[in-house]
């Protein structure tokens, strides 16, 4: 299973990103896929996820601004940035796990398949 995340880049407070998970070796439309982010220091943090079914889970921290999807006919799974902060400065991460249920979408360590990640910055 490969996961190639892309889409990452310098945008302005109040801008716009849409990053994109390419996933090889599994289907995303059959997986929990998630995106979690990381800053120096810091522990990877919970962005978004997407259930089998299709139901989505967010962060707090972006509920209403970031939308997360899953493409069937490209194979990936997306995350819409919307009115992007300073504070979304992070490399982000999509993750995968095939399992039917995951004890919790919001651990890391719950998936067990990670892209290399790419590198978002929110200027003020």
């Known amino acids: 299973v490969q996961l190639q995340a892309s889409g990452g880049g310098l945008v302005q407070t109040g801008g716009s990103l849409r990053l994109s998970c390419a996933a090889s070796?599994?289907?995303?439309?059959?997986?929990?896929m998630g995106w979690f982010r990381q800053t120096p220091g810091k522990e990877r943090e919970f962005v978004a996820a997407?259930?089998?079914?299709?139901?989505?889970h967010y962060a707090t921290s972006v509920k209403g601004r970031f939308t997360i999807s899953r493409d069937k006919a490209r194979n990936t799974v997306d995350l819409q940035m919307n009115s992007l902060k300073p504070e979304d400065t992070a490399v982000y991460y999509c993750?995968?796990?095939?399992?039917?249920?995951?004890?919790?979408?919001?651990?890391?360590?719950?998936?067990?398949?990670w892209g290399q990640g790419t590198q978002v910055t929110v200027s003020s």
């Open positions: 993750a995968a796990d095939s399992r039917l249920i995951l004890s919790s979408i919001a651990t890391p360590s719950e998936y067990d398949y």
């Open positions: 070796g599994l289907r995303p439309s059959n997986s929990v």
């Open positions: 997407v259930w089998r079914s299709g139901a989505p």
